[in-house]
């Protein structure tokens, strides 16, 4: 699973995207595609309210047919490629700290 990541754009949807894993560290080149209404004999997915849709690379963010657009791209790269798995990274350390009041001359610091 992942720890975290970071995307860079390289040029128009092109991103270098900076992913930290249980595995290390990788750098992965990846387009942001944007899913569009069409013909359900052209569907590829469907949206949230059943609409067909399929990936397309060259859109424009005023066109009212598109779906998961507005996303950032770390978020959008992170939701296709774990989906809804959402296991925690077993390499993270848990730290737990106690709460201490410290009383200096009736001042609570």
């Known amino acids: 699973m992942y720890k ?13 995207v900076h992913l930290w894993e249980d595995s ?3 750098k992965v080149e990846w387009t942001n595609k944007a899913y569009i209404e ?8 469907t ?13 424009k963010s005023d066109n009212t047919k598109l779906h998961f657009h507005d996303m950032p791209p770390y978020q959008k790269f992170l939701v296709e490629k774990y989906g809804t798995n959402d296991t925690p990274s077993t390499t993270h350390r848990e730290l737990f700290f106690d709460s201490l009041k410290i009383n200096n001359g009736g001042i609570h610091i």
Do not use: I, Q
């Not at 975290?4 to 270098?16: Q, S, V, Y």
């Not at 949206?47 to 859109?59: C, D, F, I, V, Y």
């Open 4 to 16: 975290k990541a970071f995307a860079r754009r390289l040029k128009g949807n092109n991103f270098l």
């Open 24 to 26: 290390g560290y990788s």
């Open 38 to 45: 069409c013909h359900e004999a052209d569907s590829t997915h």
């Open 47 to 59: 949206g949230l309210n059943g609409e067909p849709l399929k990936k397309t690379a060259n859109w």
